[in-house]
């Protein structure tokens, strides 16, 4: 213990002689990159939905943003000065998006992947679905995401002159050291925000004072950043008045009219700006009362399993939302009923509003938990498993991946679990809005081959997209046609065509994909975003980007780090949400956990002054391929906080090698703003790089980045040896 308070007694900031004030405002601005660049990818993906399904553009532009103005801190440091401007733009554009037509912006997809409203959007609704083609609605999409994309990179530039300019007062590794506590205690604050659940007011209140105390300005300076704050903090309030945020979503609750006997008013959940459930009251008593109030197929969909499953007796529902599954179970005389649901906003509203109140009924226990989490740590069984329609489709598992909440839960691996949480002759219903007949085929299969028997596989209306799917013994269409000639109709097994469409599992979790490839829509979106890359970069840095880029191998070897290090990140992050679950808490802590192995990679070589890197870089390949060989099922028997050990240190091992191998390096630079603008702007490759894992799988990320760091060994030489004081 004694060896351990000298180490850090000996880093620590009071023995760095440095001036306290830079080292503050190092911190601060540090803390304002990370805590911007959360902020504005969640806060953006939920007003713009796009943006939910490209997460990688919001993730390349703020680090894009940061390196370029890392790179050019020396010469442009006024455009710090734009900071406050160009955070209001975007924010008065995010709180007014609905009424720009932002949210609706369509997707334009192909037969091969799918999202939600990828055929329909607000023009669609203007001039009819006999109006422009599809390369007209591609232009569209690109131009906004071109614009947002520009802006969000110009706001993190205006960040980047700062955090540059204050490097360059410190030694490499000590910069770097308050770079990293600052970007750690970024981390913490979203983490806090999140969980106290506030909204983008807060969110921009926080963010806008502390970049205002950088500005050493006149009165009447002064006077007109504090009125640009103002007009946006009203832009703020309004435009999201009224509003929920939860940890992962935009939530609206909409008072709606239904006509009935006795006209009433409903509540309806939207969520990031799409119909997400309505509270319905299915009761006898209220439907007969109120004949035709609400639609056919909602009644059917959640009453379905129980024509089949007469006696529920204890009931597992995943993904509850505000409750209609539960209710229903308990109107079909369900003994108990385990309620799992993710989101905690949804589960009180559904407390406060559902019309039936099921959550507060003492046969129901309510987890508010990951679906696969869940799983992990219960050992129970039931008679029947109701997986409800939690097809999130625009909700990020974190910043830094690509996993949506509910990719996890649509897997074989998930379904096993499913499975092996039923008692002996357990039955299962699964509920999905799938937008493609391959994704109904899909989930049929998947079912079929888990199960080893055939799934009964019914629509839910005439014209509502998805399926329900019950798995019980004995069921099959003939039962259907003999015993219940009033759903014969519904019937889609024999539409169900097994076709060429891969299995969605926990190393390839993308059901909306039918094949291992990167969609079209990906690939010309990523095109686009690589040239107006270049183009900024050409801007602001003319001649001098072949030179500090290109011609310059210690800036290349900084920005192959950067590129192979998101790998890394990104397949951790994904990793991890798969053994610990996908809630916020847990990536939160994921991405904290990094942070600090990064921070004691950069202490240890600060302490120890590696003068080679060959047994580093060993090491760095050897934890890369076990990492890639590492199967998290085979420790699936272990208990919960063992699985959590020795999956957390295989899977997040490379980060320390990684993190030794940058900082070595980076204790040689020259001109440090340069350096590390080049190894941010790294993650512009490696964030182009991430969507092979739509191919190759999550895994094998770990060999892409085992080959980017081969690349660094050949540009690491002239940095190594280097005297310069860390």
Not at 105 to 119: H, L, Q
Request: with cysteine; net charge neutral; aromatic share 16%.
């Amino acid at each position: 213990m004694k060896n351990i308070a000298g180490f850090f007694k000996r880093i620590n900031l009071n023995s760095l002689n440095l001036d306290r004030d830079k080292a503050l405002a190092l911190f601060i601005i540090s803390f304002l990159s990370l805590y911007f660049e959360l902020i504005i990818i969640r806060w953006v993906s939920s007003e713009i939905r796009v943006f939910a399904f490209f997460k990688n553009i919001i993730l390349i532009g703020s680090f894009l943003g940061l390196g370029l103005g890392c790179i050019i801190a020396g010469r442009k440091i006024k455009l710090f000065y734009l900071s406050i401007p160009m955070l209001a733009i975007i924010s008065i554009i995010l709180s007014f998006a609905p009424h720009f037509g932002l949210s609706e912006i369509a997707v334009p997809t192909g037969d091969d992947f799918w999202v939600w409203w990828s055929s329909e959007g607000w023009l669609q609704k203007i001039i009819g679905s006999t109006g422009p083609t599809l390369p007209f609605y591609f232009a569209l999409f690109l131009l906004f995401v071109g614009i947002i994309y520009v802006l969000i990179v110009l706001f993190f530039i205006s960040l980047g002159v700062k955090l540059g300019s204050l490097f360059d007062f410190f030694p490499p590794l000590r910069g770097y050291s308050i770079n990293i506590l600052g970007s750690i205690l970024g981390i913490i604050v979203f983490t806090l925000l999140s969980f106290l659940e506030t909204p983008p007011f807060i969110w921009f209140i926080l963010g806008f004072f502390l970049l205002l105390g950088f500005f050493y300005l006149g009165k009447s300076c002064l006077v007109g950043y504090l009125t640009i704050g103002f007009i946006a903090m009203i832009a703020i309030f309004v435009g999201t008045y009224g509003t929920y945020w939860s940890p992962y979503y935009r939530i609206d609750v909409i008072p709606r009219l239904e006509e009935g006997e006795n006209d009433r008013i409903i509540r309806a959940v939207d969520i990031n700006h799409v119909y997400f459930q309505r509270m319905a009251d299915l009761s006898p008593d209220f439907l007969e009362k109120n004949p035709g109030t609400v639609p056919e197929f909602v009644q059917f969909e959640y009453n379905i399993p129980y024509e089949f499953f007469r006696d529920p007796g204890d009931v597992l529902v995943v993904g509850s939302g505000a409750g209609n599954d539960v209710a229903a179970a308990l109107r079909h005389g369900a003994k108990s009923v385990d309620a799992v649901e993710i989101d905690p906003v949804i589960l009180e509203l559904g407390k406060k509003l559902h019309p039936e109140d099921p959550y507060n009924d003492p046969r129901v226990r309510i987890i508010n938990d990951d679906a696969r989490s869940f799983f992990k740590k219960t050992n129970k069984k039931y008679d029947l498993i109701i997986s409800g329609l939690l097809d999130s489709h625009t909700s990020l598992v974190s910043s830094l991946s690509n996993i949506r909440l509910d990719n996890y839960v649509y897997t074989l691996e998930s379904f096993r679990e499913m499975k092996n949480h039923l008692k002996d002759g357990g039955n299962f219903s699964l509920s999905f809005a799938a937008g493609k007949p391959w994704i109904e085929s899909k989930i049929y299969s998947m079912l079929k081959e888990v199960f080893g028997k055939e799934p009964l596989v019914l629509k839910r209306g005439e014209d509502v997209l998805g399926a329900v799917y019950l798995v019980g013994n004995n069921l099959s269409p003939d039962l259907v046609n003999n015993n219940y000639p009033h759903l014969k109709d519904r019937v889609l097994n024999r539409e169900i065509e097994v076709g060429s469409f891969s299995p969605a599992t926990d190393n390839w979790p993308y059901l909306y994909l039918k094949e291992h490839k990167i969609p079209f829509v990906y690939i010309i979106s990523l095109l686009y975003i690589l040239f107006i890359s270049f183009v900024l970069f050409f801007i602001f840095l003319g001649r001098r980007f072949s030179l500090l880029i290109i011609k310059n191998i210690s800036n290349l070897h900084f920005f192959f780090l950067g590129a192979a290090f998101m790998l890394v990140e990104t397949k951790s992050i994904s990793e991890l949400a798969l053994l610990y679950g996908s809630t916020w808490l847990v990536n939160s802590i994921v991405i904290l956990a990094i942070l600090i192995m990064i921070l004691l990679s950069n202490l240890y070589v600060i302490k120890y002054s590696p003068r080679s890197l060959s047994l580093i870089y060993i090491l760095l390949f050897f934890s890369l391929v076990a990492v890639y060989f590492f199967d998290l099922k085979t420790i699936a028997g272990l208990g919960f906080l063992t699985k959590a050990i020795i999956g957390g240190f295989f899977t997040v091992l490379p980060v320390l090698f990684a993190g030794i191998i940058f900082s070595s390096s980076f204790k040689g630079a020259k001109e440090v703003s340069a350096v590390f603008g080049a190894n941010l702007s790294g993650v512009l490759l490696g964030g182009l790089l991430e969507n092979y894992s739509m191919v190759f799988g999550i895994k094998a990320m770990s060999l892409l980045a085992l080959f980017i760091y081969l690349l660094t060994i050949f540009t690491i030489r002239p940095l190594i040896g280097n005297q310069r004081e860390a």
